[in-house]
Each structure stands twice: as C-alpha cells, then as structure tokens.
C-alpha cells in the first residue's frame, strides 16, 4: 500500500473498492441462489405470503407481481372503460431532455412543478488491462 501523508492511493483505494465490489457480488449471488432454494422448498400461492417457522428460523417467502400499464392502449379505450377507470390513476412524468432543451423563461416556468433532489452518487472501478 502506498500512503501520503497517512493517506491511501487513489490506486490503493481503487484496488481495495474493487476487491470490495468482487466480494459483494460473489455474497449477493450466493445470497440469491440460498434464497431460490427457500422458495422452492416453501410452498405458497402464485401471489403472497408463506411462512415456515423452525427451531432457530423463521423463514417468509412473499411471492409478488409487477404490474404495468400499457398507457397507449388504455388512452385509446378510456371512454370504454365506465367504472373500471376507477382502477387507474394518472402521474406526470418529466422528459428530461425536452426540459433541458428548454430555453431559461420556459424551464422556470416548469420548475414550479419539479420536484429535484440528489441521486446517490455511484463510484465505478474498472482494471486497466496491461498492453
């Protein structure tokens, strides 16, 4: 390890993060795989819950389903639908690059219905292969 003044490497530290980055996939992998093998060996419906209680471990395995909207479909049936619109709700999305294109009057006039905040920053470490 190379220090400065008590301080690591950027190259240290990038080796370290990615031994790190290695080790958490490699756990997280195993992690899932036991995870598989739970859910097979616990019966339960297509969708819930299904718990099996041990000597040492309770275990619950929630079984779920993602659901979607074809948004294009439903505009084209709305006037169809009656009382099943009441299954629906509508939510604005932002079209970031048509907002960045905006000019300065535009864009304020949108930002008052903007809610912005940080993303998390992600750190990526890649090896340089040798030449």
């Not at 939510?91 to 960045?100: E, M, P």
Request: proline residues 2%; hydrophobic residues 45%; charged residues 30%.
């Amino acid at each position: 390890m190379n220090m400065l003044n008590g301080v690591l490497s950027i190259e240290d530290l990038a080796e370290s993060f990615h031994e790190a980055k290695q080790a958490e996939i490699a756990a997280i992998d195993h992690r899932r795989m036991i995870g598989r093998q739970l859910e097979t060996l616990i019966a339960g419906p297509a969708e819930g819950t299904s718990t099996h209680t041990g000597s040492h471990w309770k275990v619950t395995v929630q079984r779920k389903f993602t659901r979607g909207v074809d948004t294009d479909a439903l505009k084209a049936k709305w006037a169809e639908l009656g009382e099943a619109q009441n299954a629906f709700k509508w939510c604005a999305d932002l079209r970031v690059a048509a907002y960045k294109a905006l000019d300065d009057d535009l864009k304020s006039l949108a930002d008052a219905y903007i809610i912005c905040k940080p993303a998390m920053t992600t750190v990526d470490v890649k090896a340089i292969e040798d030449k």
